[in-house]
């Protein structure tokens, strides 16, 4: 079941034959360990998935491999969806914090200078 | 090792640095791993466990403190910062003259490093598709540059003088030579903030009389995992948080030993009965290099760990964008990774 972009994939779908929808491999395009690891800490966190994992093929080559495999018959399509959702909530956060913390701190730094 | 209560926390939440490695270094606490504990990933837990706290900042620059995130994100947030943050430099040199002691594709390269001083924000990338025709570039993705300079005799030095300072004119080429030349409608666009090198007194080349360079650059907009001139960062780096435990009370010459194996100001003696007591008063001052371990008596005394989930950030910016900047656009290039592959997942749902 592969996925086609215009011209680049980004993400691609494999999955073994027979086997239900809980066990897939995805194939991220033009990602390494930034996403890789991060995405699958997230995943992990998911009481549901029994077995999640990423691999770099090749480094001359990047694109990773990711396994997800659910217990419970759940596709897997969902903890990585949901993965990618938690991983946005937990940036906008850390970002609503800097951001607030800066001002905060450049504040108190105005303020002790008069 | 019995994995009793206090052992269960311990390996949940510290390093730890033994003499001859390092011990739980990876994350454990995934549901499941721990019966008794709940791990599932809950964003009102992590609301509440986490916060920034800034303990340095100014124009070049930042120090700060992220504590309650897993490494594994932490990581991503530095490689970002390292290799993912867009900036502008100089790509395309196009040399109509070059007749000083310097290489062309040398001089070419040590333009490429020079940071400009541009907001990526307000450009876009250039088009990889047809060079040929789009050699000029146009004014919302490419800038241009110039550096036109000649060489020659100071009619003004005297007979004797050795001094290359006094004898010749333009002789030290540097960057603030390089002139910004606006396309289009750059010049209202950014007439006040005018666009060009960061720092001024980046020597490019030497040349002597009758020597000259006659220079166009254009700059692009481009990543540091494309090429490392990209990078907006001196360097991006962050440590754990070093925690000291004694496991019993150091006293006197040995108490004295005990502080000089560490970094000044993490341990203090103090007067208790007559008697010098040893006590950690500040480990974040630590570099963690484990000299206590090297001494028989007192390695057995200390236990040495970091805290697991405590960051303390340090990034120092090359000047185009300031440093609490830069991890925000880091913090939003990892957003948009992840929108990117839910796009792409929700675009083959629908099919």
Avoid at chain 1, 89 to 102: P, S, W
Avoid at chain 2, 125 to 147: C, F, H, K, M, V
Avoid at chain 2, 313 to 327: A, D, F, K, N
Wanted: aromatic fraction near 6%; charge should be negative; proline fraction near 4%.
């Amino acid at each position: 079941m592969a996925v086609e972009g215009e011209k680049k994939t980004v993400l691609e779908m494999i999955q073994a034959d027979g086997a239900d929808e809980g066990c897939v491999t995805f194939v991220l395009h033009d990602e390494d360990h930034t996403l890789g690891n991060s995405v699958r800490y997230m995943i992990m966190k998911n009481v549901d998935v029994e077995f999640c994992g990423y691999t770099i093929t090749h480094p001359s080559e990047s694109k990773i491999n990711f396994r997800i495999q659910t217990r419970g018959g759940i596709p897997a399509t969902e903890p990585l969806r949901k993965g990618l959702n938690d991983l946005n909530d937990v940036c906008q956060h850390v970002l609503n914090t800097f951001q607030a913390k800066v001002n905060a701190f450049k504040e108190g730094q105005e303020t002790s200078m008069e | 090792m019995a994995a009793t209560m206090k052992n269960v926390e311990e390996i949940r939440t510290r390093v730890i640095l033994e003499e001859f490695g390092v011990k739980n270094v990876h994350t454990t606490d995934f549901p499941g791993n721990y019966p008794g504990y709940d791990d599932t990933w809950d964003m009102q837990k992590f609301q509440k466990k986490f916060s920034i706290d800034i303990v340095n900042l100014d124009e070049s620059s930042i120090e700060f403190d992220m504590v309650g995130i897993d490494a594994a994100i932490a990581n991503a947030f530095r490689r970002i910062l390292l290799a993912e943050v867009p900036t502008m430099a100089i790509e395309k040199v196009f040399i109509y003259n070059n007749t000083s002691i310097v290489q062309d594709e040398v001089l070419a390269h040590r333009l490429g490093l020079i940071p400009i001083k541009a907001d990526p924000r307000l450009f876009e990338y250039r088009n990889a598709g047809e060079e040929s025709s789009e050699e000029e570039g146009s004014e919302i993705d490419t800038i241009q540059l110039q550096l036109k300079i000649k060489c020659s005799r100071n009619p003004r030095a005297s007979k004797d003088d050795s001094d290359p300072r006094e004898l010749y004119l333009n002789h030290m080429v540097y960057s603030k030579d390089i002139k910004w030349v606006p396309i289009g409608n750059q010049a209202d666009v950014f007439g006040d903030s005018s666009i060009g090198p960061v720092h001024d007194d980046i020597l490019i080349a030497q040349l002597r009389p009758g020597q000259e360079l006659d220079i166009i650059m254009h700059c692009v907009k481009g990543i540091g995992k494309d090429h490392a001139k990209f990078s907006p960062v001196a360097t991006a780096s962050y440590r754990l948080l070093p925690e000291i435990t004694l496991l019993e009370p150091v006293e006197g010459e040995k108490a004295e030993r005990l502080k000089g194996c560490f970094s000044q100001g993490v341990i203090d003696l103090e007067d208790v009965n007559g008697t010098k007591v040893a006590k950690v008063v500040n480990s974040r001052l630590d570099t963690c290099s484990r000299e206590v371990l090297r001494h028989s008596d007192l390695k057995d005394v200390v236990k040495l760990g970091r805290v697991r989930d405590h960051f303390i950030y340090t990034v120092e910016s090359t000047g185009i964008l300031p440093p609490e900047i830069l991890v925000m656009e880091a913090i939003k290039v990892l957003m948009a990774k992840c929108q990117r592959f839910l796009n792409e997942l929700d675009s083959t749902d629908m099919d």
